[in-house]
């Protein structure tokens, strides 16, 4: 069982920046790709940005190519993505996941585990 908690949502203006967090608790392990999502209004949830907690590699959808980081400290089994230069179209609800990894780490069904989820709104 994993329990995953973001935080660091909130409400700024376009070109701003924000730094969300997800804590993981319980049994995590360092096998296990962390990801991010998001989910607009009316809109599908999309993949964002994953990490692999054993190999170190990070991968990114285009969208978010060169302005979002994902990072991770495993001493504190949290996870994080940096948001600079963010968009009035980055504006949803971030989700952070756990799952095995893989091939597969673009899509929701490879993760196991959800957070709650976190609101960035980003005003023009």
């Known amino acids: 069982q994993v329990q995953l908690v973001e935080s660091g949502g909130g409400l700024v203006q376009a070109g701003s920046s924000l730094r969300l967090s997800c804590a993981a608790s319980?049994?995590?392990?360092?096998?296990?790709?962390m990801g991010w999502f998001r989910q607009a209004p009316g809109k599908e949830r999309e993949f964002v940005a994953a990490?692999?907690?054993?190999?170190?590699?990070?991968y990114y959808a285009d969208s978010v190519k060169g302005r979002f980081t994902i990072s991770r400290d495993n001493a504190k089994k949290t996870v994080y993505l940096q948001m600079n230069s963010l968009k009035p179209e980055d504006t949803a609800s971030y989700y952070c996941a756990a799952g095995p990894g893989g091939t597969n780490y673009r899509r929701q069904s490879n993760y196991d585990y959800w957070g709650q989820g976190t609101q960035v709104t980003v005003s023009s």
């Open positions: 319980g049994r995590t392990f360092s096998s296990y790709f």
């Open positions: 990490i692999s907690w054993s190999g170190g590699g990070t």
